[in-house]
């Protein structure tokens, strides 16, 4: 059985395991104050171009949102999220445990625009309803979609004349940033929004999710929140040493372009054999639309989520490549849909 599942089943990339190895037996500061975190910080506010935010290491991206947006916003305070948002379908409530509801709005392909936004601050207007506060957007999207520079500084732009938070999402940043239809670098996302996270777990670290602060309100007394949340880790060198090694060159983004290009080949292979995508996704991440026979077929060597009924007889599933993603499986995968 060959796994489409997600982009974390395998473990690290060979640098950062050998990387921690080699560092294993220093006795350092614990909880983010190592001299690896230290370089880690920055070395990425050098990528983002900025010197004047803040860089705090966290183990997970759950745990990233539900610490992030918490802190962020007073409790009587909301956030405006699309319906594949990750946080409204996929963290078991986690934002709203912290007291925080979400505003859901319907979109057509996972992105939230000016428009979306203005419809929920319309619907919400006194103090008898939660106040929009905070716009929780992912890069790429839940459904594999991504931002170009132009949406984002649109949506930038609206939230900032109407007094509200963007916060992103980057679990899959590294796809987005090197999609073949991504016109944004690191320092264009630090530039038009409040707060945003790096993802590791799912770019070839052990796990670790790099927040970014851009806003200077947002930034007093964060490490307390990040205490408070139990996200702050004792041994903070193994967040550390995995950035520092993934951002000392290109790795990071080498890792994510391997991701999509695998990607591209398993849609090009589907397109060939006559099926049709539910989603168009220039990321790492494809949603075929396949017969419900053909599925379970596939199913008898393959590992993947379906992730919505079509019809009665058409099902589609979702298929994500990763960092460690071998052409040769990619390639196996497409011939057998085509035997099938």
């Known amino acids: ?19 921690l190895m080699e560092s294993n037996m220093e006795q350092l500061e614990g909880y983010g ?15 983002c171009g900025r010197d004047n935010i803040d860089v ?34 996929h963290e078991t409530g986690a934002i709203e445990a912290t007291g925080h509801k979400i505003i859901s709005i319907k979109v ?21 309803m939660v106040k929009p506060k905070l716009v929780y957007i992912s890069n790429p999207t839940e459904i594999g979609s991504i931002y170009t520079k132009h949406e984002l500084e649109q949506l930038s732009k609206f939230c900032r004349s109407n007094g509200l938070l963007l916060y992103v999402d980057g679990a899959r940043l590294g796809s987005a940033l090197t999609s073949e239809e991504n016109d ?29 602060i851009c806003k200077e309100c947002l930034k007093e007394d964060f490490r307390f929140h990040i205490k408070q949340k139990g996200a702050l880790l004792a041994k903070g060198r193994i967040l550390g040493i995995q950035f520092l090694e ?17 990607a591209k080949i398993l849609k090009e292979g589907l397109c060939e054999a006559g099926y049709s995508l539910l989603t168009h996704s220039p990321s790492n991440q494809i949603f075929p639309v396949l017969p419900n026979e053909v599925i379970e077929k596939l199913e008898e060597k ?27 499986q990619v390639l196996e995968f497409i011939q057998e849909l085509k035997r099938i």
């Open 1 to 19: 059985m060959y796994s489409f599942k997600n982009d974390y089943s395998e473990g690290a990339h060979p640098r950062i395991l050998g990387a």
């Open 33 to 47: 104050e190592d001299k690896y975190t230290v370089k880690a910080v920055e070395l990425l506010k050098k990528k």
């Open 56 to 89: 705090h290491l966290l183990p997970g991206g759950t745990q990233t949102n539900l610490t992030a947006i918490s802190a962020f916003l007073r409790p009587h305070e909301a956030v405006i999220a699309a319906n594949t948002g990750h946080i409204l379908v």
């Open 246 to 262: 993934l951002f000392k060159d290109n790795l990071y983004f080498d890792l994510a372009r391997h991701s999509n290009d695998m």
């Open 302 to 328: 393959y590992m993947f989520y379906i992730w919505q009924k079509v019809d009665e007889d058409n099902s589609a599933i979702r298929l994500v490549t990763s960092w460690a993603t071998k052409e040769e």
């Open 108 to 128: 057509n392909d996972g992105k939230l625009r000016s428009e979306h936004v203005r419809a929920a601050l319309d619907e919400h207007t006194d103090e008898h």
């Open 184 to 212: 944004m670098k690191l320092s264009d996302i630090a530039e038009n929004v409040d707060a945003f996270y790096i993802g590791g777990t799912k770019n070839g670290a052990l796990m670790g999710e790099a927040l970014i």
